[in-house]
């Protein structure tokens, strides 16, 4: 079945630094994929999203990247501030479009 | 405010206590999700409806769990019997899909937060 992980729970990045999330996904079938932000008590807020036809999409600071090959996707979010703050997280879709999530990363400004 | 709204925001009950929650999803969207997040992961799939029809329910959905959506419109997530193990953030978006339309993204809710003691 389709599963989505990522690769670290929580990153620390400095205010201004260059914020890096990654992801990678077991089923090839999945042929969309959206990043969402989380912060605390609310719920799951679009950031990017990018078709299986792309390798990258670009958005105001934010990057996804998308390599089928070894099923990986990341998340570049650029001069990262303290509002980046939350938990990331990769979800893949199937044709009926039910998203599957990973457990999310937790990021972490410091100032 | 136009988005997903969810209601009650907070519910605490006794084990045993059925609860309710409703989804207003945002107006012209046909498609609405039900999902379970429980603290430090990600949103579960539990079921979803394209207008009155409920089309997938996830193995997650025990007989104690029921999604109804009446007019294509609102929604409502019934628990018979709550357990502990029922307690997290029950999470309800919506999105617009029509044949020929590619996949989009997913506006989500709020939550509501189920807490049973």
């Known amino acids: 079945g389709e599963s989505v992980g990522l690769h670290l729970p929580t990153l620390s990045v400095q205010e201004g630094d260059n914020s890096i999330i990654n992801c990678a996904y077991s089923?090839?079938?999945?042929?969309?994929f959206i990043w969402y932000k989380q912060e605390s008590g609310k719920g799951p807020q679009f950031i990017i999203d990018?078709?299986?036809?792309?390798d990258k999409r670009q958005g105001q600071r934010v990057t996804v990247l998308l390599n089928k090959t070894v099923k990986h996707l990341s998340l570049q979010i650029a001069a990262t501030q303290p509002g980046d703050s939350a938990v990331y997280f990769c979800?893949?879709?199937?044709?009926?479009?039910?998203?599957?999530f990973g457990s999310g990363t937790r990021l972490l400004v410091r100032p | 405010d136009t988005g997903v709204s969810q209601n009650p925001r907070h519910k605490i009950t006794k084990r045993g206590q059925n609860v309710t929650f409703r989804c207003d999803p945002i107006?012209?969207?046909?498609?609405l999700y039900w999902y379970r997040q429980t603290l430090g992961q990600g949103p579960e799939f539990l079921t979803y409806?394209?207008?009155?029809?409920?089309?997938?329910k996830s193995r997650l959905l025990s007989d104690r769990f029921s999604a109804e959506r009446p007019k294509g419109s609102f929604s409502t997530l019934e628990i018979q019997r709550t357990e502990q193990g029922d307690s997290a953030m029950y999470l309800c978006?919506?999105?617009?899909?029509?044949?020929?339309?590619?996949?989009?993204?997913?506006?989500f809710g709020e939550g509501s937060r189920l807490t049973v003691l």
């Open positions: 978006a919506s999105t617009l899909k029509w044949a020929r339309r590619e996949t989009g993204e997913l506006f």
């Open positions: 089923n090839s079938a999945s042929d969309y």
């Open positions: 990018i078709r299986s036809n792309m």
């Open positions: 979800a893949g879709a199937d044709s009926s479009y039910k998203l599957i």
């Open positions: 107006s012209e969207h046909n498609r």
């Open positions: 409806f394209q207008n009155e029809a409920q089309l997938e």
